[in-house]
């Protein structure tokens, strides 16, 4: 039997919601209720799953969601403008478009229009900067969640070495910078990385965020690593005849129980977590939107 942790993102995901739950009625106090604008173009499965569950947690922590569905004809210009109505009305605190969007539109200059200060996935320009010059800023959800779960797994973060498989702006690299800024030693590992086991090897820590399912594998890892696995890869199984789908990470979970000290599952892990910070990003915007207000 594996000594290992399988931590536990659901539990530490209603922790942060409780503080978030907290916090809201403390706005409440002041006559204060934080709205959370919620985007979708076209019909994408996955997204709509996503979707339902970020409005369900909102309203769960007294986050006032408004919905905007739209199907994959949606011209450009049309999100282009309901964003800057939603940078302009006042009871919008956040701005979220579900990712990916059709391909007729650029992703880029959506997330460009978004108001900084309302960009609660974190994925502005000014955001992202921002975050690498350890200035105030929003940042993205998933990496966010991950630090949470590595300080309550490892205590002290200082110094240890920390290997971010994976470079998208979305979570790699915030992964790293959030690392970084924690003190860690960082290698941010990529699809042109030589010899990726090797650099695990020599990690206190691993993020996993590739979208390959069980590229890490137990012999990738030093005994006692602390392995985070944000991979989530769809796998067709078919037991009696019947086709299923099941969820699994970019590590293998049995195999690297033998060997990591704690390690997140897939589902159970990460997911809750990136959802939980959606909602303390909106709370934070919302101070961050009331600061600037009463400065200018
Ligand atoms: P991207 O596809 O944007 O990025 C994948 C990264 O993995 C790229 O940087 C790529 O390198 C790198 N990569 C690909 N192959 C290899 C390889 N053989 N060795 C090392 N690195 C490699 O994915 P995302 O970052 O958006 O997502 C990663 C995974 O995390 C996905 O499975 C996604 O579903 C999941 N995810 C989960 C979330 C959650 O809430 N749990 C939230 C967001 C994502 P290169 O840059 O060189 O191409």
Same mark, same amino acid.
């Given at each position: ?27 409440? *106090?002041?006559?204060? #209720? ?13 997204? @709509? ?21 739209? *199907? ?15 940078? *302009? ?8 478009? @579900? ?13 460009? /229009?978004?108001?900084? /200060? ?42 240890? =070495? ?12 915030? !992964? ?9 030693? $960082?290698?941010?590992? =990529? %699809? ?23 590229? $890490? ?10 392995? #985070? ?27 690297? %129980? @033998?060997?990591? %000290? /704690? ?9 809750? !977590? ?5 909602? @303390?990003?909106? $709370? ?6 009331? =600061?600037? /207000?009463?400065?200018?």
């Amino acid at each position: 039997t594996p000594l290992t942790t399988s931590i536990d993102g659901k539990a530490c995901a209603e922790r942060v919601l409780d503080e978030v739950a907290d916090d809201v009625a403390r706005l409440a *106090d002041e006559g204060i #209720i934080p709205g959370l604008a919620v985007i979708l173009v076209g019909e994408d499965p996955a997204s @709509q799953v996503y979707v339902r569950n970020k409005i369900r947690k909102a309203e769960a922590v007294g986050i006032r969601s408004l919905e905007y569905r739209f *199907d994959d004809t949606l011209p450009q210009a049309e999100l282009l403008a309901l964003i800057a109505r939603l940078n *302009d009305d006042p009871e919008v605190n956040g701005i979220l478009v @579900q990712l990916p969007l059709p391909a007729n539109i650029d992703e880029a200059s959506v997330i460009q /229009a978004i108001l900084p /200060a309302k960009d609660v996935d974190g994925f502005h320009r000014q955001n992202a900067g921002g975050l690498w010059q350890g200035l105030p800023s929003l940042a993205p959800c998933t990496p966010t969640g991950c630090l949470r779960l590595l300080r309550e797994t490892c205590g002290e973060l200082a110094g240890k =070495h920390a290997v971010v498989i994976g470079r998208s702006n979305i979570v790699g690299k915030p !992964m790293a910078a959030l690392l970084l800024d924690a003190d860690c030693t $960082v290698s941010l590992l =990529h %699809s042109k990385s030589r010899d990726a086991a090797a650099l695990c090897r020599q990690a206190d820590i691993i993020v996993a965020a590739v979208g390959r399912p069980g590229m $890490v594998d137990a012999n990738w890892l030093k005994p006692g690593a602390v392995v #985070i696995d944000v991979g989530i890869n769809r796998i067709e199984s078919e037991t009696g005849g019947e086709r299923r789908t099941r969820l699994v990470g970019d590590v293998d979970f049995a195999a690297a %129980s @033998q060997v990591a %000290s /704690a390690i997140t599952p897939v589902p159970g892990g990460v997911g809750p !977590m990136t959802i939980a910070y959606l909602m @303390q990003n909106t $709370v934070t915007a919302t101070r961050l939107q009331r =600061h600037q /207000a009463s400065a200018a």
